[in-house]
Nanobody
Framework: QVQLVESGGGSVQAGGSLRLSCAVF????????VGWFRQVPGKEREGIAA????????YYDDSVKGRFAISQDNAKNTLYLQMNSLKPEDTAVYYC?????????????????????????WGRGTQVTVSS
């Protein structure tokens, strides 16, 4: 059974940092693109970062490029999102997700970014709140 479990969310002041973790069960990183989405009430879920299968490259949305870093620990089957220089507009529920067969490189990402409907498995999310 596939399960993704996020942790590490919380409240932080603007300019601060947080590291999110996602423990992944039932899939291997060699077969899946794994990534992070975020969502605020009333808006669509937004894909912000991803690692392609077998760690063969990364994707970042422009809104987080240079501030966030995605990584994975194959031995622990855990995905991470290091978030630095946080802004109030980063406040959202953050989800980790896994996609099989849709994304292998930046060539597979359309100009609008990662598409949530192409991700097969989702965690329940963790809240990140950034105060000014």
């Amino acid at each position: 059974q596939v399960q993704l479990v996020e942790s590490g969310g919380g409240s932080v002041q603007a300019g601060g940092s947080l590291r999110l973790s996602c423990a992944v069960f039932g899939i291997t990183f060699s077969d899946y693109c794994v990534g992070w989405f975020r969502q605020v009430p009333g808006k669509e879920r937004e894909g912000i970062a991803a690692i392609y299968p077998a760690g063969d490259g990364t994707y970042y949305d422009d809104s987080v490029k240079g501030r966030f870093a995605i990584s994975q620990d194959n031995a622990k089957n855990t995905l991470y999102l290091q978030m630095n220089s946080l802004k109030p507009e980063d406040t959202a529920v953050y989800y980790c997700a896994a996609s099989a067969g849709a994304y292998y490189s930046d060539y597979d990402v359309n100009p609008e970014g990662l598409e949530s409907h192409l991700f097969d498995h989702w965690g329940r999310g963790t809240q990140v709140t950034v105060s000014s």
